[in-house]
């Protein structure tokens, strides 16, 4: 990689950006002016619903006692000592009617507000007066609309107003009675926020705010991206760059980095315009001041801190840089700059969801979240907003590192996007279906290609999912559902491989295997098995199962399954289906195209995606890191077979475990073996053993053992 | 200084299936010289000059650019040619000057070497009185220019010109060929792809005429002309596409 290039790119890109009004729109001004106009919208939303009074038609307001009065002296209003604020008292207005004429008819009632005549009719019954001198009771019914927002809320107003009034009237009858204070108050509810003011104001923000500042990122990224990739071929100028003498990856790289300034500053400018209406919003509360709902709307708006803003811009390089370079990627495909707008439906559809986490109550950061793409860092922002500095600080470098490899991943496939001549001149064709899958079934290779074989976990995916809802209700049992879903992982890729390509043997790798790699596959397993015990405890530590999964998952596997049953159903089964899926198939079409440390790489992180979605996510990290060495093992030997053994033998001690453990205490070695028997942790010695046996063999594997391997290139 | 041997080209599309847009193309080229490529449109010429500039990788076959492989070393070929096509837009954001610039500089040139550099080219091309104007607001001869000024900048051994006139009026037509006349003189390795008769007769020593992605002859055109009893290239060029034509049919109908 030759820096100065990437300079060179970087600061034309930069300077071309800079010198586009639409670009500059988008990432400079309409993020200045897009908050202060939400800010003024708050306020005067505020207001207009402040000015809105509400009328209570009073029914028969001549039969209400002097005191404690219910209305005001001119009877316009209710009793402002019976409200918070003066204020609030003048927002309920009065209208008194006598019970008699049209009004004594409850229809007409009743139709006052369905018209909206009025919000609420209450009527004060004719033996009010009467109950009231003998100390009874008496009911005043209220007439009102549910499904009208403000006659609701009058409705409530009015019964917390005739709450307050009654407690006056039992006051005074307690005073009549010479009773204690106590009396008619037994107790009196005092509640005492614990949030400070900040937290206050920033749980509005906290709700709102991850999800603009990571919109607004994304936006920041996609405008520059499909500019710089899309419109340089519209323009015809991107193969003028192509033919200079910078490295495919030196212009992706240039370019990303100003894709990512772009990105940056987008998100910055919306900090710091969001930062001074909320400051603006929160003097011009202090200077109001009062319970009014227009200040408490503007205190609610108070800004982030400057060192929550400091963090928060910290945590914006690495989203920024995942989003830019997806976006390069994404608009690499892209011929113009139309075409270029209608991927941005797709992208944005994926991350609303996962942004959406951030607005939904109840959700918070945890360690699996924190893995999530976009949704970690939306729910760390949130955190950081709010001055949950706690939780922010815990999760900042579980939050930050993922998602830098993430952004690291997408900036590999941008590169590979531009080292790929049938997505840098693209023509426009023709699509129409029939010719296409004619052609498709007539032009198949030996091997499938990395599309179909992204398809085929795609499909397993699908397809499981929607037949385990079906399984389960079919009442073949836990068993049953488990060896079913196996048949779907296995049947997809067969299928696949049948219809795709000429040679499915050779895809599904079922050739015969030499000895030694068999005996390296059960090798292997035996030896993994100490340190996968010491791995998925360290998984369970960082991952706690939570109570109910582990009870479901206790269910399926122990109940009352007898052994030799176990092993077929845990271990053979899945041992040959998964195989098949994963090294067979999938291995087969990534290795096209691709460097084989690649593609092995990218069918373990598929095969831990696998556990992901159909078992346990804490189950991605053992499978990847084993998918990894099984594929090494596929593509070393040629063949399923050794990869099948080494599945079958791990999962067959997995399954085992308590039986090893019993075993050996029968025999009196369990101390010998053992450090904590009751969860299979092995002494320190076994694991260095089982680490230098693991290691040796996978360096066997890989620099020794290339023989099969070359001999079928 | 160009050799060519055997390429083949095929793309894939999504109605027709694999595609072969070269087949078994061979060509040699010498400093000094300018090599003609001369066919209709689709014929084959771009697929086998963007092979050249490393942009496309050959599906078979070999090409060497100054020495140097396109598929094993496409960054030292592309540091060795200066290319030019309908594909090379001058950017729309950008000035004479800075463009030519961001294309030296991107060539490795050192700051005061390219200043000299462009300095001399500028003046070749006489386009000092446009050095400050954007891409956006260039007239198709003022772009034409800049890509000839992009184009030799670094001062390559080896230009390629694809249709450099195409989409030209009369006078810049002429003065683009000049310039291509001088470059020759000045010894380069030139590549000239063209479907115009006149403008293969008036630059090449030698000739390739290319249709349905083969070449159907090349040679130095009074040898071509003999060989094939015509009287111009105009004639020689239909006959040629006659032929080819007669033959696919045929071919077609065989089996």
Redesign the interface.
């Known amino acids: 990689m030759n820096w100065?290039?990437v300079l060179?790119?970087f600061r034309?890109e930069g300077?071309?950006q800079l010198?586009?009004r639409r670009t500059l729109f988008m990432v400079v001004v309409f993020p200045i002016l897009l908050y202060p106009i939400i800010g003024a919208g708050v306020l005067q939303f505020a207001a207009a619903l402040q000015e809105k009074p509400r009328v209570v038609v009073v029914v028969g307001a001549d039969r209400l006692p002097e005191a404690p009065a219910l209305l005001a002296a001119d009877g316009s209003t209710f009793n402002p000592k019976l409200f918070d604020s003066p204020a609030e008292a003048a927002r309920l207005t009065v209208e008194t009617r006598p019970d008699a004429g049209e009004w004594a008819a409850p229809e007409r009632r009743e139709q006052a507000v369905r018209d909206g005549e009025a919000s609420a009719v209450m009527i004060v019954p004719a033996d009010l007066p009467e109950q009231f001198a003998a100390k009874g009771d008496v009911a005043i019914p209220i007439h009102y609309k549910s499904v009208d927002e403000t006659s609701q809320v009058t409705y409530l107003r009015l019964r917390e107003v005739l709450d307050r009034w009654k407690s006056g009237i039992v006051e005074q009858r307690r005073k009549e009675d010479k009773l204690p204070e106590g009396y008619a108050r037994p107790i009196e509810v005092r509640g005492l926020d614990a949030a400070t003011s900040q937290e206050i104001g920033g749980s509005v923000w906290g709700r709102i705010f991850p999800f603009l500042l990571v919109i607004m990122s994304l936006t920041g990224a996609f405008y520059p991206a499909v500019d710089m990739c899309a419109g340089e071929k519209e323009?015809?100028?991107?193969?003028?760059l192509?033919?200079?003498?910078?490295?495919r990856a030196e212009i992706v790289v240039g370019k990303f980095l100003a894709v990512l300034a772009a990105s940056v500053t987008t998100a910055v400018l919306n900090l710091v315009s969001m930062g001074v209406t909320g400051l603006q919003l929160a003097r011009r509360a202090a200077f109001v001041g009062g319970g009014d709902p227009t200040s408490q709307a503007a205190a609610a708006l108070a800004p982030p801190t400057l060192q929550s803003a400091l963090w928060m811009i910290v945590l914006l390089v690495p989203l920024a840089a995942f989003f830019s370079a997806i976006c390069l990627a994404v608009a690499a495909m892209a011929r113009s700059m139309k075409e270029g707008q209608y991927y941005m439906t797709p992208l944005y559809l994926i991350c609303l969801p996962l942004i959406f986490m951030t607005m939904a109550p109840g959700i918070e950061l945890n360690a699996f979240y924190s893995l999530v793409p976009v949704t970690g860092v939306a729910l760390l922002l949130r955190a950081l907003i709010v001055g949950d500095y706690h939780t922010a600080f815990r999760f900042f470098v579980p939050v930050l590192l993922p998602t830098v490899v993430y952004a690291w991943l997408a900036l590999r496939w941008a590169v590979e996007q531009f080292n790929d001549?049938?997505v840098?001149?693209r023509e426009s064709?023709?699509?129409?279906l029939v010719?296409?899958l004619r052609?498709v079934a007539?032009?198949r290779g030996s091997r499938p290609s990395s599309p179909q074989a992204v398809l085929c976990f795609a499909l397993i995916i699908t397809a499981s999912w929607l037949f385990a809802q079906v399984l389960l209700t079919t009442g073949l049992g836990g068993l049953g559902v488990v060896v079913a879903g196996q048949g779907i992982i296995l049947l997809v890729p067969l299928a696949m491989a049948f219809l795709l390509t000429t040679d499915p043997m050779g895809t599904l790798r079922l050739r015969r295997a030499a000895g030694r790699y068999l005996a390296i596959g059960a090798a292997a397993a035996v030896a993994v098995k100490p340190l996968s015990a010491e791995f998925e405890r360290l998984v369970q530590w960082a991952f706690p199962l939570s109570d109910a999964t582990k009870s479901v998952f206790e269910s399926l596997l122990q109940g009352e399954t007898p052994w030799p049953l176990a092993i077929v159903v845990f271990a053979l089964v899945p041992a040959i289906c998964e195989e098949a899926a994963f090294r067979g198939f999938v291995l087969s079409g990534l290795q096209a195209g691709r460097r084989t440390r690649s593609a092995i790489v990218l069918s373990a992180l598929l095969f831990g995606l696998l556990h992901v979605f159909l078992s346990l996510f804490q189950q991605f990290f053992n499978a990847a890191i084993l998918g990894v060495f099984i594929g090494l093992l596929a593509v070393r030997s040629r063949s399923l077979w050794p990869g099948v053994v080494f599945h079958a033998v791990n999962n067959g001690l997995a399954v085992s475990t308590e039986a090893l453990i019993e075993l050996s205490r029968r025999a009196g070695v369990v101390g010998w073996v053992y450090r904590d028997a009751e969860r299979g942790l092995y002494h320190v010695p076994w694991i260095v053993a089982a680490a230098v046996v693991a290691g040796a063999l996978v360096l066997r594997l890989w620099k020794f053992d290339r023989g099969a391997g070359r001999a079928g290139a | 200084m160009i050799l060519v041997e055997h390429l083949r080209k095929s793309f894939?599309?999504?109605?027709r299936?694999?595609v072969e847009a070269v087949r078994d193309v061979s060509f040699e080229c010498r400093p000094g010289e300018i090599f003609g490529l001369l066919g209709p449109n689709g014929a084959g010429k771009t697929t086998t000059l963007?092979t050249l500039?490393?942009?496309?990788?050959p599906t078979s076959g070999r090409a060497m650019v100054a020495g140097r492989d396109v598929v094993l070393e496409p960054?030292e070929v592309?540091?060795r040619?200066g290319?030019m096509?309908?594909?090379?837009?001058?950017?729309?954001?950008?000035t004479a000057w800075e463009l030519v610039e961001?294309?030296g500089?991107?060539?490795?040139m050192p700051r005061d070497v390219l200043r000299a550099r462009m300095e001399t080219v500028f003046d070749w091309l006489r386009m000092d009185d446009f050095r400050d104007v954007l891409g956006s607001k260039m007239s198709t001869g003022m772009k034409q220019k800049v890509s000839i000024a992009?184009t030799v900048v670094h001062d390559p051994p080896v230009l390629i010109f694809d249709e450099p006139t195409s989409g030209l009026d009369v006078l810049v037509q002429r003065s683009v060929l000049d310039k291509i006349l001088e470059l020759r003189d000045m010894g380069k390795t030139i590549v000239f792809s063209t479907h115009s008769m006149s403008e293969v007769e008036r630059l090449c020593a030698r000739v390739a005429i290319i249709y349905r992605g083969e070449l159907q002859a090349q040679g130095p055109i009074p040898e071509l002309l003999a060989a094939h009893d015509q009287p111009n290239v105009e004639e020689l060029f239909f006959a040629l596409v006659e032929k080819a034509d007669a033959e696919c049919q045929s071919a077609e109908a065989a089996p």
């Open positions: 100065s290039n060179l790119i034309r300077m071309d010198r586009d323009r015809g100028t991107m193969e003028t192509l033919i200079s003498p910078a490295g001549e049938r840098l001149f064709e023709r699509f129409s010719p296409w052609r007539r032009e | 894939h599309d999504a109605r299936g694999w963007r500039s490393t942009v496309l990788k960054e592309r540091r040619i290319f096509s309908a594909g090379t837009g001058v950017y729309d954001r950008m961001y294309f500089r991107l060539h490795g992009r």
